[in-house]
């Protein structure tokens, strides 16, 4: 018999909570690790049509990169979408689990993840947390690596464009420079935009980058992919993980959950 627990130990031998960000909240949100499970249902953000999903076929528990709560609830209220979610999974007994920055800083997350869409070499932690216990191994947020060869900046923005199947990205001026060194984060990668910079990134890629930040130095650019373009690969990898510990219970990627919530008309 395999429990919830059993598949929360899987997901931290591969993204240890205690590596999370101070102000996160990865872990179990709703659930007993001693109940018995009967399936697995992998998402992006966690949603009352997820739980309805995971109820659906079957399943007592959801996996999901955002967390349920991630900032603190007065009250727990069915017509908020975080709310009715939670009530739902309360309900029906559905275990929600969220491996977000935990899954953003282990190697082999999120940024490994962007690494491996570009053809990286050389890859290597970009802000490494040496104050945190990561079961052994070296972590942080974001990598830096190389391209094979060089390429121009516009060589860059379509290879980028094409490793994301992206229509457009965002991205400061264009100097007319060569770029080799790439660094990139997952997710909200502001933050990093000086880290970058210091690594001798030529080429510095995230999502939500503000405004400010598009003013650059010849010599360096940044690129905003996309918060939902630059995540989204976890959820596989995530499903890869629990499947292959787990072949003979039911694990799926939800159905109707992984679509970006942001959109351009």
């Known amino acids: 018999m395999a429990t919830i627990g059993d598949v929360v130990r899987v997901i931290e031998s591969f993204a240890p909570v205690n590596i999370q960000e101070s102000w996160d909240n990865c872990g179990l949100c709703t659930g007993s ?6 399936g697995v249902v992998v ?6 049509a997820l739980i309805d999903e995971a109820v659906a076929c079957g399943a007592n528990m959801v996996v999901t990169h955002h967390p349920l709560i991630f900032h ?14 939670l009530i739902r999974a309360i309900r ?18 999120v940024s490994w993840a962007i690494a491996g869409r570009l053809g990286l070499e050389n890859v290597s932690v970009l802000d490494y947390d040496a104050g945190a216990s990561s079961e052994g191994f070296d972590c942080g947020l ?3 690596g190389d391209f094979p060869e060089p390429l121009t900046e516009t ?3 379509e290879k980028v464009k094409e490793a994301f199947g992206l229509p457009y990205v965002r991205c400061s001026r264009p100097h007319g420079s060569l770029i080799r060194r790439v660094a ?3 997710g909200a990668g502001g933050s990093l935009v000086a880290k970058a910079r210091e690594a001798g990134a030529d080429l510095y890629l995230c999502g939500d980058v503000s405004y400010h930040h598009f003013f650059t130095p010849e010599g360096f650019m940044v690129m905003d992919i996309g918060h939902y373009e630059s995540e989204i690969d976890i959820v596989s990898i995530l499903f890869s993980l629990i499947q292959k510990n787990f072949p003979t219970f039911a694990v799926r990627i939800a159905q109707q959950n992984n679509n970006n ?5």
Do not use: M, N, R, W
């Open 184 to 186: 990139a984060c997952g």
């Open 142 to 144: 974001g990598i830096i």
């Open 92 to 109: 029906s007994g559905v275990a929600v689990y969220c491996a977000h920055t935990s899954a953003d800083k282990t190697p082999g997350g």
């Open 33 to 38: 690790p001693d109940a018995e499970l009967t």
């Open 72 to 85: 603190g609830l007065k009250k727990v209220d069915g017509t908020d979408p975080v709310g009715a979610a």
């Open 155 to 157: 060589q860059a923005i």
């Open 261 to 265: 919530p942001v959109f351009y008309f």
């Open 43 to 48: 998402a992006f953000d966690c949603t009352a």
